[in-house]
């Protein structure tokens, strides 16, 4: 999950000594949108948001994840916790409750925005003994959300135009016909009125004529004059096309952030643009 900074704790990240405080808030009544226990790793009770957070010994470990995707479930360890408390773990009336984590800093407590969500889960089996409590938290995500069934990577996952990419591939498609001067590698058209450049990615289609059905993919596309564009192929066709022959020049997809957004069709990008590197927090 997103370790967003408030703009208000910037200054105390960056200073060389800050005093960091992690708020353990639990969710104990449905629909678990109001928190019943408010507290605080440390040495005495703090004032956060207009409640008061008790103060208690807890650890926790670090916070994981697997190749930087799914996070993985941490263990909470708090003391000196009451016996009511107690007697509900024992009840079994914790067990899929929600956890959530949040740090502060002792002086930057005077506004509720100041904070930052280390992890949002919930209770599996938690436990204690005469003086731990242990808490075991899993992340929510597995519960609350649906992860896409493709590739973790900076590429769209999509191909172009099909039901999830939502473009058209017809409406990027130009048919025209062969003029003179064409060669097998260096393909002459009537001017298409677009960019330089434009059919990168793109592959040329013969629709007609001796060459029919061939496909070869495009390195280069410009104007030369004289009313003429031209294309040059990646591999030559297998013949020379003759004057008339028709002809489709497909525009393709380069399938990162760029394009898509050339395309304006980024809020369908199949990618995810900011992988992490695998965070040990």
């Known amino acids: 999950m ?50 008061t957070y008790t103060a208690i010994a807890a650890k926790r470990s670090s916070i994981k994840s697997e190749e930087g995707t799914v996070l993985q479930e941490i263990t909470v360890q708090m003391d000196n916790i009451d016996l009511e408390f107690k007697a509900l773990i024992a009840s079994g009336m914790l067990n899929r409750k929600r956890v959530d984590l949040q740090l502060v800093f002792n002086n930057f407590l005077s506004n509720p925005a100041n904070y930052i969500t280390l992890f949002s889960g919930y209770l599996d089996a938690p436990s204690g003994d005469n003086r731990w409590v242990n808490l075991l938290i899993k992340p929510f995500p597995i519960f609350d959300r649906e992860y896409p069934r493709r590739l973790f990577q900076v590429q769209c996952n999509w191909a172009f135009c099909d039901t999830q990419c939502g473009l058209t591939l017809s409406n990027y498609a130009i048919n025209t016909t062969i003029a003179g001067g064409t060669g097998s590698v260096y393909i002459n058209v009537p001017t298409m009125g677009i960019a330089d450049g434009y ?9 007609s004529g ?60 199949g990618g995810f643009p900011h992988v992490p590197i695998k965070p040990i927090i």
């Open 2 to 51: 997103g370790r967003n900074i408030p703009s208000g704790l910037l200054l105390a990240m960056y200073r060389l000594y800050s005093e960091p405080i992690t708020l353990i808030e639990l969710y104990l009544t449905s629909p678990y949108t109001s928190i019943s226990h408010y507290y605080c790793a440390n040495n005495q009770d703090i004032s956060f948001g207009g409640n």
């Open 199 to 207: 059919f990168l990615p793109g592959y040329l289609l013969m629709t």
């Open 210 to 269: 001796d060459l029919l059905g061939q496909v070869r993919p495009i390195l280069w596309n410009g104007s030369i004059g004289g009313g003429i564009d031209q294309i040059q192929l990646r591999v030559s066709l297998e013949g020379t096309p003759e004057v008339g022959d028709t002809v489709t020049f497909q525009k393709l997809c380069s399938k990162n952030v760029t394009a898509c957004q050339a395309f304006g069709n980024y809020i369908n990008y």
